[in-house]
Nanobody, 125 residues
Framework: QVQLVESGGGSVQAGGSLTLSCAASGFTFSGFNMGWFRQAPGQEREGIAAIHQDGRSLYADSVKGRFTIARDNAKKTLSLHMNSLKPEDTALYYC???????????????????WGQGTQVTVSS
């Protein structure tokens, strides 16, 4: 079955960097669009980065220029490189697999049907 396992979260000071990874299994990784979401306590889960099968990427304004999404189809791995981290980036970060073709915004939750368990990122000031 589809499995998505995130890793790489941790605690970092503001201005620091982290790289999250998502190991995918149980499906043909290269054939699906993928995304990263995050959820802070008391807030909705928000899409922050998405990548098409062909490598095209898209970002939420809140992370544009600081975060980079990438995929390695040979290793079946999705990554999120995060630079210039801010305290407001503190959240549980999720890897997600699309249900199929994106409909509307690629950052919308409705486009994703499989989720990892999440990895915590905490940024201190």
């Amino acid at each position: 079955q589809v499995q998505l396992v995130e890793s790489g979260g941790g605690s970092v000071q503001a201005g620091g960097s982290l790289t999250l990874s998502c190991a995918a299994s149980g499906f043909t990784f290269s054939g699906f669009n993928m995304g990263w979401f995050r959820q802070a306590p008391g807030q909705e889960r928000e899409g922050i980065a998405a990548i098409h099968q062909d490598g095209r990427s898209l970002y939420a304004d809140s992370v544009k220029g600081r975060f980079t999404i990438a995929r390695d189809n040979a290793k079946k791995t999705l990554s999120l490189h995060m630079n210039s981290l801010k305290p407001e980036d503190t959240a549980l970060y999720y890897c997600a697999r699309s249900a199929g073709w994106w409909i509307g915004s690629p950052l919308s939750r409705i486009n994703y049907e499989h989720w990892g368990q999440g990895t915590q990122v905490t940024v201190s000031s």
